[in-house]
């Protein structure tokens, strides 16, 4: 269903959860149909600005002067085709990542529950505490698939958090011209030229009054939600089979099964 739905171009097919340690099935099963509501709302964001169009452009018929008409079509056009776009993309781009982040420190939570491994004492702060904290279970997160991506992704919503994405405001100006420049915002196969002619997944530069702005497609909102999405699952199978290798040479680790995540409503 999901390929259906992405970007022209774009298939999603994601990961199989397969994760067999029952708690930790649990924690990836809740991000993994997180993601999948959080894709298709982002998916259908835009139908909103679809349905304002066909308001206005009814308000406009039923209006007898041409010159108001005119101006406030001026008006309405300039917040339908711009500014609630950028809106839509924005807020979906770091609605995803906060996303993201929150279900890696369910897992953080789950994993110093059942597990004699603490984050007390990884370097860091934020998710880059919680990335070490995985290395220390022995995941080296950075050696997973669709790694590059996801850290472009935080860096892209990092930079739009400031100031809407003006890169002298931004300590990453460097590598976000980087990553758009190289396109590592995308996968390899989503880079090749036959991917390139839907111009639905924008990364850019542009530049305006205050200088070189980072901007964003709501399409790219979906699709580093997509990165995301498989990025959890697989970090979440590597790390089912890091524990069972653990169980399996029996190595102090708890057994026991207490309920798994979940969250209150």
């Known amino acids: 269903m999901r390929g259906k739905m992405a970007p022209s171009g774009f298939p999603h097919r994601p990961p199989t959860p397969s994760v067999k340690v029952s708690w930790l099935r649990e924690v990836v099963g809740n991000a993994y149909f997180d993601f ?25 018929k ?3 002067d041409p010159e108001t008409r005119v101006w406030r079509w001026i008006v309405e056009t300039e917040k339908l085709r711009v500014f609630f776009p950028e809106m839509v993309a924005h807020g979906n781009m770091f609605a995803v990542c906060s996303l993201f982040e929150v279900h890696l420190l369910y ?5 110093q529950k ?4 603490r984050i007390d004492g990884c370097p860091g702060q934020g998710i880059g ?30 930079c739009l958090m400031r100031a809407k994405g003006a890169l002298q405001h931004s300590r990453d100006a460097p590598e976000i011209r980087r990553i758009v420049a190289r396109r590592t915002f995308l996968t390899e196969a989503h880079r090749r030229p036959s991917r390139t002619k839907s111009d639905s ?12 702005r980072l901007e964003i497609s ?8 997509a990165y995301l999405h498989d990025y959890f699952v697989t970090l979440g199978n ?28």
């Open 36 to 60: 999948d509501n959080a894709l298709d709302y982002v998916w259908k964001a835009p139908t909103l600005i679809e349905e304002l169009t066909k308001i206005e452009s009814k308000k406009l």
């Open 62 to 64: 039923r209006n007898s």
């Open 107 to 111: 897992l953080c939570a789950e994993l």
């Open 114 to 117: 059942h597990t004699r491994y």
């Open 129 to 158: 505490r919680w990335l070490a904290y995985f290395r220390r279970v022995g995941v080296d997160t950075t050696k997973l698939s669709l790694w590059p991506q996801v850290a472009a992704a935080l860096k892209i919503r990092n």
């Open 201 to 212: 997944v924008r990364v850019e530069v542009c530049s305006d009054e205050i200088g070189d």
């Open 218 to 225: 709501n399409g790219y909102a979906w699709l580093a939600c």
């Open 238 to 265: 590597a790390l089912g089979e890091m524990l069972l290798q653990i169980t399996n040479h029996k190595l102090p680790i708890q057994q026991k099964s207490p309920p798994g995540t979940r969250r209150e409503g």
